[in-house]
């Protein structure tokens, strides 16, 4: 090996979304040789394509196709709804539809620049069309509709139809505020006329508007790139994409469950930065004077005598300037929602622990069969990435809440993955080890050579009982493999929809930072790169790529008819198999057909599951009918007809099941007398108890039994 690509690699700090170290031989020459010019953007676009043409699993052609693709791409990701650019801007952007390689290649940036500029005017002239619309009365009286789904739409064809646009778009949100005001009334008992509730909701949306065009004209330079950088990404495939700094730190948060700051969730709110939630156990909790609601005026820093005013400023800057290293301390001068006042509070910085993130555990018992029955959510595969001592995992808390289940002396285990999204694939393999002896988890291949089979690293078995997996079409990337290892080990039955989300491609994260030499520090920060090097293979060959897992036990899944999965998206990859792996089912395999035949009997008798599936269909025609009247009378007749559809789900729905659901007292004690964090504890336990799901699971768990 040449002694500059040992020593790159030796440098090289490899952070992983996907599940192994791939060793990358990048020449000194290729990773520095894009950086002779001093624009940040030049850098950018160079560093992402060279990454994206050599490592990506499948790389396009950089053609006038791809260029088309990515127009399409880009104009989608400029104005989603259609409420900015006319008929004759897109005309003006099409003269660079075939010439994006070309500008690509040329490191120029005619269409982005072009575009920007049009954006920022179209949005400058539709600030003014709201206020103007919202100054006057609505007439709800006539009988016109407005399209709500944009791809129905066309491109508005000049200034006075996109102003028409507007004018509907700003009456439909009106006319859902003054129906709201009505019910509400009759409800409270409230006495106002008509003519002040269609006041009072102009001037919410007054401030909804200016609220929504603050954050479109706060967005700096760097965000609007980003969107023409990942239209260019997104022809990939859907999951390679840039992420800013800021979006790569948000995305570390996401994955460790832990920030360092005063613990408390901000937005902008008429220019002021609004606290809207306060973690349990933060910082500011403990604290005890900063409160939801109150408004950020003003932030100082424990060594600067000014503090900053941040009145108007951008949300992420914001909060760039109240976060800080644990142990210092910030002061912010905040006005109280409660009386008006304006005070001055000192807050010093700590870890901020997100519990939401992380695993938790309760125990179900069946009162007809005394059953108790262990239950895990698992919001994501998460994992701190740099091991830091106070990091977590999603395999060793999960492996610690089962054994606390086992001393429980639970019959079973039910996996909640319902709304897991992915995450670490290490930990999945991992996880997977945690249920059975030894053998491969998932196999994984890259653009060339074989897959290559990771093993459980641990031949000990955690938990021998009774298995139940959750899933629904939102269980995506590695809750997919270990679902699917499950299956075909045979160690599980997976119940839910259909089938999962389908996404069976591996990310690699590049900290584009980490590929520039110290002459070019002036363009840092650059974000990162996540760039799609593999794709997914279950041990029995097949991929988890666009079909997902299909359950073993289908129940209704809301979610499948909302469009949710890898199928929907844009330049997807196909779905491929390879040969199976070595494995060796469980010693005592899942009586599927027995457990199909069972649940289908109970839950055909179901009134709930009846009534669920009426719901779906239900939903199904709602998402259809895309076209929403603007007469009061008619909304209020539509929205009376959906209210008595759904009027006896809810009433069922909203009934607690026959499961008795506890916390466990091991839980109850970590907490130390930490009312909050118990009060959260126990509306979740409440909440568990209305799951139908779940209810089914553990009837599933007693047949296996």
């Given at each position: 090996m040449k002694s500059t690509e040992k020593s790159f690699l030796q440098k090289l700090k490899v952070r992983f979304y996907i599940p192994v170290a791939i060793i990358i031989l990048i020449s000194t020459t290729l990773l520095y040789s894009f950086c002779k010019r001093s624009e940040k953007n030049d850098v950018i676009m160079?560093?992402?394509?060279?990454?994206?043409?050599r490592y990506h699993f499948s790389p396009p052609k950089i053609d006038d196709q791809f260029s088309q693709k990515v127009f399409d791409a880009y104009l989608k990701q400029l104005d989603p709804f259609k409420w900015f650019l006319t008929k004759e801007d897109v005309k003006q952007m099409e003269v660079y539809k075939l010439q994006i390689d070309d500008q690509i290649r040329n490191n120029t940036f005619e269409l982005y620049s072009l575009a920007t500029s049009l954006l920022d005017k179209r949005v400058a002239?539709?600030?003014?069309?709201?206020?103007?619309?919202l100054a006057q009365p609505f007439d709800f009286t006539s009988n016109e509709t407005m399209e709500a789904d944009p791809e129905k739409l066309d491109w508005a064809a000049n200034e006075p139809e996109l102003k028409e646009r507007w004018r509907k778009e700003v009456k439909y949100r009106v006319l859902v505020q003054v129906s709201n005001m009505m019910k509400a009334q009759k409800k409270d008992s409230v006495s106002k006329t008509f003519e002040v509730m269609e006041k009072e909701a102009r001037q919410q949306e007054m401030k909804t508007f200016a609220d929504r065009f603050t954050y479109y004209n706060q967005q700096n330079p760097e965000d609007k790139f980003s969107g023409y950088v990942n239209a260019v990404m997104a022809?990939?495939?859907?999951?390679?994409r840039y992420n800013t700094p800021t979006a790569k730190d948000k995305f570390d948060i996401e994955m460790t469950g832990q920030l360092e700051g005063i613990g408390a969730t901000l937005q902008t709110s008429d220019g002021y930065v609004k606290v809207v939630h306060i973690v349990p156990g933060s910082p500011s909790w403990h604290q005890?004077?900063?409160k939801v609601n109150d408004l950020i005026m003003k932030v100082k820093q424990e060594n600067e005598a000014v503090p900053v005013d941040i009145f108007g400023m951008r949300i992420d800057d914001a909060v760039k300037l109240i976060r800080g290293k644990k142990g210092t301390k910030v002061t912010l001068t905040v006005k109280k929602n409660s009386d008006g006042t304006i005070h001055d509070i000192t807050i010093t910085r700590d870890l901020v622990i997100i519990e939401e993130t992380y695993a938790k555990s309760a125990v179900l018992t069946d009162p007809a069969t005394k059953a108790k029955v262990g239950y895990i959510y698992l919001p994501a595969f998460y994992v701190d990435f740099k091991r830091t001592p106070t990091g977590r995992a999603a395999s060793e808390d999960v492996a610690k809440e089962i054994e606390k289940l086992k001393?429980?002396?639970v019959q079973g285990i039910i996996l909640d993955l319902r709304y897991n999204g992915g995450g670490s694939l290490p930990d999945a393999i991992r996880m997977g080890g945690l249920f059975i002896e030894s053998g491969p988890i998932v196999q994984v291949k890259a653009n060339i050579g074989l897959p290559r089979a990771y093993d459980d690293p641990d031949p000990a078995v955690q938990y021998e009982g009774p298995l139940v997996v959750l899933t629904s079409s939102v269980s995506a990337s590695a809750s997919e493999i270990f679902a699917a290892a499950m299956q075909d080990y045979k160690r599980a039955v997976i119940i839910g929809g259909p089938s999962t989300f389908g996404k069976g491609t591996v990310q690699e994260i590049f900290d584009l930072d980490d590929y520039l030499s110290m002459n070019f520090s002036k363009v840092k920060p650059l974000g990162s790169l996540f760039l799609t090097i593999q794709k997914f293979y279950r041990v029995n060959g097949g991929s988890t790529q666009l079909k997902g897992v299909s359950s073993d036990i289908v129940l209704p899944d809301v979610y499948s008819e909302w469009k949710v999965g890898e199928r929907f998206e844009d330049?997807?990859?196909?779905?491929?198999?390879?040969d199976a792996a070595k494995y060796t089912v469980w010693k005592n395999p899942v009586p599927v057909a027995m457990l199909q035949k069972n649940s289908k009997e109970r839950t055909s008798k179901s009134e709930v599951f009846k009534l669920l599936s009426e719901q779906i269909g239900i939903m199904k025609k709602q998402r259809d009918k895309t076209q929403l009247s603007l007469n009061l009378k008619t909304f209020q007749q539509d929205e009376e007809k959906r209210r008595l559809e759904g009027k006896r789900f809810e009433e069922v729905s909203?009934?607690?099941t026959q499961l008795n659901v506890a916390a466990m007292a091991v839980d109850i004690a970590a907490e130390e007398g930490d009312t909050a964090k118990i009060a959260l504890l126990d509306k979740w336990v409440k909440g568990l108890n209305k799951d139908i799901y779940l209810e089914e699971a553990v009837k599933v768990i007693g047949d296996i039994k």
């Open positions: 160079q560093m992402v394509m060279q990454f994206a043409e002239e539709t600030q003014n069309y709201y206020k103007e619309f022809v990939f495939d859907p999951h390679t005890g004077e900063l001393n429980e002396k330049n997807c990859m196909p779905w491929t198999t390879v909203q009934q607690p």
